[in-house]
């Protein structure tokens, strides 16, 4: 750890999907490269959830970055959240590390998934690379990412 590091060198936003009113279905962010990272986030949010609506989130891994033989990653899926008003402006964290991919038959590749059923809800989410492998993690930031402020 090097405390004079500013944080944007050490996390870069890999992949956003942006604050919408998400009707019954799936949405995925692109698939990120994970060889060079050492690790990375998930930061699922949810706002108001529709009435008898749910949201499921989970970390997809493929063989290259088009979806090649896509299957979930084990072990990353969140606790289904179903409550309006109970589960109404939540967020969940999703880790991920090198060893819950299945480096070894050739998945490297990551996408983040969440899913709405019933009713719309307001969701939103980031994932974030942590630890680049070379160089400074802002230099592999989403091209969503508009400035970094030091």
């Known amino acids: 750890m090097n405390a004079n590091l500013n944080a944007s060198a050490v996390v870069a936003v890999l992949a956003a999907l942006d604050p919408v009113s998400q009707?019954?279905?799936?949405?995925?962010?692109?698939?990120?490269?994970?060889?060079?990272?050492?690790?990375?986030?998930?930061?699922?949010?949810?706002?108001?959830?529709?009435?008898?609506?749910?949201?499921?989130?989970?970390?997809?891994?493929?063989?290259?970055?088009?979806?090649?033989?896509?299957?979930?990653?084990?072990?990353?899926?969140?606790?289904?959240?179903?409550?309006?008003?109970?589960?109404?402006?939540k967020q969940v964290i999703i880790n991920l590390r090198p060893e819950d991919l299945d480096f070894n038959n050739g998945y490297r590749f990551v996408r983040l998934s969440l899913t709405v059923a019933t009713a719309a809800s307001l969701i939103s989410a980031l994932v974030l690379g942590l630890d680049a492998r070379y160089g400074a993690a802002n230099m592999s930031d989403a091209t969503t990412v508009d400035e970094i402020v030091n």
């Open 23 to 89: 009707a019954a279905g799936t949405v995925n962010t692109g698939w990120i490269d994970m060889q060079n990272w050492f690790r990375a986030m998930a930061v699922v949010q949810v706002g108001a959830l529709g009435a008898s609506a749910t949201v499921d989130a989970k970390f997809v891994q493929a063989k290259d970055g088009s979806g090649g033989s896509a299957k979930d990653v084990p072990g990353t899926a969140i606790t289904q959240l179903t409550k309006a008003g109970t589960d109404d402006n």
